[in-house]
């Protein structure tokens, strides 16, 4: 985590350093535009826009500036410039679906933290290392990553990286069919984003919770819940996030045995998410999609988005949740 001071009388990246601080990404990409050009090009600068740009879903020129301004750090010797790059551009790599780049570049940076001290850094490494392990379905090693990154933000004192883990650590736990413990994580998670106010926070706790709340059967409170969500993320201007909010959305409806809504909120949902490139949230909401046709008795639909997310999960390597894929293509075939 960079440093961010916006007390800084003589600092020209002053207003960018609020806006990236106060979590308002859009607002710090304005600032940077009217800096001159030469301030624009500073290593920190490169470093504030690559940042916004990944919270903004552009990862592929997040990812490129965030090397560029790792380069300029590493030039200069700034170990601590080269680490927050090396976390970037690995967050940007783990968004396209790099998964190995991702680790690589999440493991530097976590050797820098170490070596620097920087325990906030560790926290958010090793909770990026465990999302990795999420995603290739190894639970055992992402919930020892959260563990040691819960720790480390314990220490420092970071309610939004507690939030963050909590999150992850619910989702998990839902996924290896352990709902009470998921929501208990949930619940902790929306606890702490709301005690720092952080709207994008609160409502990415809401999903998850409410994904859970489904397959507790507790249909009416998951709708609540999931409809705050997307109306957050829609203030958020996240479309991320508004994309798995009407995921979980076509979730709720189809284990209602509403398969028509379900399809409806699922093809909205990949409407959104298909532009952005986030590789995992795309087959996710493919996925589900695929379940609703399925539903509605759409087979040939069903298939077409099981083989495209199964595609995408096997260029991002996670071969037991491609199995899964496979596995539910046969029972259509």
Same mark, same amino acid.
Request: charged share 30%; net charge negative.
């Given at each position: 985590?960079?440093?961010?001071?916006?007390y800084?009388? !003589?600092?020209?990246?002053?207003?960018?350093?609020?806006a990236?601080?106060?979590?308002? *990404?859009?607002?710090?990409?304005?600032?940077?535009?009217?800096?001159?050009?030469?301030? &624009?090009?500073?290593?920190?600068?490169?470093? *504030?826009?690559s940042?916004?740009l990944w919270?903004?879903?552009?990862?592929? #020129?997040?990812a490129?500036?965030?090397?560029?301004?790792?380069?300029? /750090?590493?030039?200069?010797?700034? =170990?601590?410039?080269?680490?927050? =790059?090396?976390?970037?551009?690995?967050?940007?790599? /783990?968004?396209?679906?790099?998964?190995?780049?991702?680790?690589?570049? *999440?493991? @530097?940076?976590? =050797?820098?933290?170490?070596?620097? +001290?920087?325990?906030?850094?560790?926290?958010?490494?090793?909770?990026?290392?465990?999302?990795?392990?999420?995603?290739?379905?190894?639970y055992?090693?992402?919930?020892s990553?959260? $563990?040691?990154?819960?720790?480390?933000?314990?220490?420092v +004192?970071?309610?939004?990286?507690?939030?963050?883990?909590?999150?992850?650590? $619910?989702?998990? *736990? @839902?996924? &290896?069919?352990?709902?009470?413990?998921?929501?208990?994580? +949930?619940?902790q998670?929306?606890?702490?984003?709301?005690?720092?106010?952080?709207?994008?926070?609160?409502?990415?706790g809401?999903?998850?919770?409410?994904?859970?709340?489904?397959?507790? @059967?507790?249909?009416?409170?998951? !709708?609540?819940?999931?409809?705050?969500?997307?109306?957050?993320?829609?203030? #958020?201007?996240?479309?991320?996030?508004?994309?798995?909010?009407?995921?979980?959305?076509?979730?709720?409806?189809?284990?209602? @045995?509403?398969? !028509?809504?379900?399809?409806?909120? +699922?093809?909205?949902?990949?409407?959104?998410?298909?532009?952005?490139?986030?590789?995992? !949230?795309?087959?996710?909401?493919?996925r589900?999609?695929?379940?609703?046709? $399925?539903?509605?008795?759409?087979?040939?639909?069903?298939?077409?988005?099981l083989?495209?997310?199964?595609?995408?999960?096997?260029?991002?390597?996670?071969?037991?949740?491609?199995?899964?894929?496979?596995?539910?293509?046969?029972?259509?075939?």
């Amino acid at each position: 985590m960079m440093a961010l001071n916006p007390y800084q009388p !003589t600092d020209r990246l002053r207003a960018v350093r609020v806006a990236v601080l106060a979590g308002q *990404f859009r607002d710090a990409l304005h600032a940077l535009g009217e800096l001159p050009i030469e301030v &624009r090009a500073s290593a920190d600068a490169l470093l *504030f826009r690559s940042m916004s740009l990944w919270r903004t879903g552009e990862y592929v #020129e997040s990812a490129a500036l965030a090397r560029e301004a790792g380069r300029r /750090f590493r030039a200069t010797g700034d =170990s601590d410039g080269t680490m927050r =790059s090396e976390n970037v551009a690995a967050a940007a790599d /783990f968004a396209l679906g790099h998964l190995a780049d991702a680790r690589v570049g *999440f493991t @530097r940076a976590l =050797s820098l933290a170490d070596t620097l +001290g920087d325990d906030l850094m560790i926290a958010r490494c090793a909770n990026n290392l465990g999302n990795i392990d999420y995603y290739l379905a190894e639970y055992s090693r992402a919930l020892s990553s959260y $563990s040691l990154a819960r720790a480390s933000f314990e220490k420092v +004192g970071w309610h939004k990286g507690l939030a963050e883990v909590s999150l992850n650590r $619910s989702i998990v *736990f @839902r996924e &290896r069919g352990e709902l009470h413990a998921s929501i208990i994580d +949930g619940d902790q998670a929306i606890d702490y984003a709301e005690a720092e106010q952080d709207q994008r926070l609160v409502g990415q706790g809401l999903t998850t919770r409410a994904e859970t709340r489904a397959h507790l @059967r507790d249909f009416e409170v998951a !709708t609540v819940e999931a409809h705050r969500a997307y109306r957050l993320a829609v203030a #958020e201007v996240n479309p991320l996030d508004e994309a798995d909010a009407l995921r979980v959305r076509s979730v709720i409806e189809r284990l209602r @045995r509403n398969p !028509t809504e379900a399809v409806r909120f +699922g093809e909205a949902a990949l409407d959104i998410v298909r532009p952005l490139g986030h590789a995992w !949230t795309t087959a996710e909401v493919e996925r589900d999609l695929a379940e609703a046709y $399925s539903a509605m008795g759409r087979s040939t639909d069903a298939i077409a988005r099981l083989e495209s997310a199964g595609q995408a999960l096997r260029q991002m390597g996670a071969i037991a949740r491609v199995e899964v894929v496979e596995k539910k293509l046969e029972d259509l075939l």
